[in-house]
């Protein structure tokens, strides 16, 4: 059965703060990774990685994913408030030309003032 | 841009009602989706289609069921609503299935099945 776990479940910094997001997974034919930010309503998209070693990078905020140890992880650099959310992680997987994407249970941050 | 809209944001049913979640999106995206979320499950696939016409069943089906007549449009039926029916429901839209490209998520539906 096709697995995506994320550590941790919470976590709760001080504004000025870098977090380290992760997310392990367990898929057949693994595709892809996709982050996502949710806030109050719907998640919002943050990376897709696909080739590992490879970071992608937007603002404060980057990922990387290592295809060997079958993990990615999410950096947050210098936290503001407004990046309080639930971080979540999807992996994308094929098998038997059925295409999958399978969800974490997300990370819940909070950043203080 | 308006993007993905869901309908209604909250809705409360007793057991045994039937609706409908109504989903439309303005980006001409093939493939679309509904999940609902649950406290410590995740995100969980219910159904999905891949074009107009064309659905197909995910992860959590049961109770539900789909239709996709344009491709702007993808609502969701509650057959006989059940208390474990009780979640929060998300219309998602992308270019491509899976793992392909990003989606698209709406608001949101808050539904309680008392």
């Known amino acids: 059965e096709d697995k995506v776990v994320q550590s941790p479940l919470s976590l709760v910094v001080h504004e000025g703060d870098t977090v380290t997001l992760n997310c392990s997974y367990e898929?057949?034919?693994?595709?892809?990774l996709l982050w996502y930010k949710q806030e109050k309503k719907a998640p919002t998209f943050l990376f897709m990685l696909t080739s590992s070693g490879i970071e992608k990078k937007s603002g404060r905020l980057s990922s990387i994913l290592d295809k060997k140890e079958l993990f990615s992880i999410l950096n947050i650099t210098a936290t503001q408030t407004g990046d309080s959310a639930v971080y979540l992680c999807a992996v994308g997987s094929s098998q038997g030309g059925s295409e999958k994407l399978v969800f974490g249970k997300g990370t819940k941050l909070t950043v203080n003032p | 841009n308006a993007g993905v809209t869901q309908t209604p944001k909250f809705q409360v049913l007793k057991t045994g009602q039937s609706m409908t979640l109504q989903c439309a999106q303005d980006m001409n995206h093939e493939y679309m989706s509904w999940y609902r979320q649950d406290p410590g499950m995740g995100l969980r696939l219910i159904h999905y289609?891949?074009?107009?016409?064309?659905?197909d069943q995910g992860e959590v089906p049961n109770g539900y069921n789909v239709s996709r007549s344009t491709t702007e449009d993808f609502p969701l039926r509650l057959l006989s609503a059940a208390p474990s029916q009780t979640s929060v429901y998300f219309c998602a839209s992308s270019l491509g299935q899976g793992y392909r490209s990003p989606l698209h998520f709406g608001n949101g539906t808050r539904l309680t099945v008392t």
């Open positions: 289609s891949v074009g107009a016409g064309i659905t």
């Open positions: 898929v057949t034919n693994f595709r892809s």
